[in-house]
T-cell receptor, first 115, second 112 residues
């Protein structure tokens, strides 16, 4: 069974630009969550999409947005990039169950560097 | 707001020794996860603990959950160099199934 895939793996952008990251979940998984990992702030939850709807949202500015398609693939977009947006962006997929076992499986991540 | 704290944040130990990583969380949750991360890599799922008193073991690692104390432990038995990595615990708020709140991570360095 194929795992979670993310593209691109590495990205270099300059301040003010925008970027789109893509995540393909494990087949059959309907929930995709996004996380930002930085040395200073650690792993922080960005948002979760389930059945094309944003189900949960973390404490990030509106420059961070996302969407999910009917095949459960998800994209996140960061507009007007700032130096502090440099991070490893991880997506995770799960069945999206409301109760019980709902393990999240993580993709390899996209390393974003903002210059 | 749910907060998760791990200790220690850094652990250097000799091969063959035992040690425990602690994970405390601040509010009610019925799901706790342990992940491993190697440098420059993504997160690998180790354990999912779903109920009070749950204990799971895989090789030299054993995880347990005490929901009343809001505490999980990851015990390392007879450490080997291959266990060197950063270990994270994460908790799901009861009402937000797709949201994981992570601890700061514990970097484990096992010396030969």
């Amino acid at each position: 069974k194929a795992g979670v895939t993310q593209t691109p793996r590495y990205l270099i952008k300059t301040r003010g630009q925008q970027v789109t990251l893509s995540c393909s979940p494990i087949s059959g998984h309907r929930s995709v969550s996004w996380y930002q990992q930085t040395p200073g702030q650690g792993l922080q939850f960005l948002f979760e999409y389930f059945s094309e709807t944003q189900r949960n949202k973390g404490n990030f500015p509106g420059r961070f947005s996302g969407r999910q398609f009917s095949n459960s693939r998800s994209e996140m977009n960061v507009s007007t990039l700032e130096l502090g947006d440099s991070a490893l962006y991880l997506c995770a997929s799960s069945l999206g169950l409301q109760r019980g076992y709902n393990e999240q499986f993580f993709g390899p991540g996209t390393r974003l560097t903002v210059l | 707001e749910l907060k998760v704290e791990q200790n220690p944040l850094f652990l250097s130990m000799q091969e063959g020794k035992n040690y425990t990583i602690y994970c405390n969380y601040s509010t009610t949750s019925d799901r706790l996860y342990w992940y491993r991360q190697d440098p420059g890599k993504s997160l690998e799922s180790l354990f999912v603990l779903l109920s009070n008193g749950a204990v799971k073991q895989e090789g030299r690692l054993m995880a347990s959950l005490d929901t009343k104390a809001r505490l999980s432990t990851l015990h390392i038995t007879a450490a080997v160099h291959d266990l060197s990595a950063t270990y994270f615990c994460a908790v799901t708020p009861s009402s937000n199934t797709g949201k994981l709140i992570f601890g700061q991570g514990t970097t484990l360095q096992v010396k030969p």
